[in-house]
Nanobody, 124 residues
Framework: VQLQASGGGLVEAGGSLRLSCAFS????????MGWFRQAPGKEREFVAA????????YYADSVKGRFTISRDYANKKVYLQMNSLKPEDTGVYYC??????????????????WGQGTLVTVSS
């Protein structure tokens, strides 16, 4: 499995960005997909996840109501729509894939594969 994240950039507070993660190899529909982020000087933290079936989504409290995770099975992509961005959303965003047996989605240790990250910078 290879993951390629894209869509990061510089945006003003209150703006929007949409991150994409392209999945290659194996069976996309078997993988729960997640987004994590890491701010400078901080540990990597959970942002959002969507189950392999697409039936459930999970969000960190800090992004709930502002971010939306979705997946496109035909094109094997996962998206993170980020609205009402805040300076504290700044960081490198990573997509990750968790194959079966699926584990706790908020834990980075649950994920088997990681993308290279895309930088999001929100200016105040």
């Amino acid at each position: 499995v290879q993951l390629q994240a894209s869509g990061g950039g510089l945006v003003e507070a209150g703006g929007s960005l949409r991150l994409s993660c392209a999945f290659s190899g194996r069976i996309f529909s078997s993988y729960t997909m997640g987004w994590f982020r890491q701010a400078p000087g901080k540990e990597r933290e959970f942002v959002a996840a969507i189950t392999w079936s697409g039936s459930s989504t999970y969000y960190a409290d800090s992004v709930k109501g502002r971010f939306t995770i979705s997946r496109d099975y035909a094109n094997k992509k996962v998206y993170l729509q980020m609205n009402s961005l805040k300076p504290e959303d700044t960081g490198v965003y990573y997509c990750a894939a968790d194959g079966p047996p699926h584990r706790i989605v908020v834990l980075s240790a649950s994920y088997d594969y990681w993308g290279q990250g895309t930088l999001v910078t929100v200016s105040s």
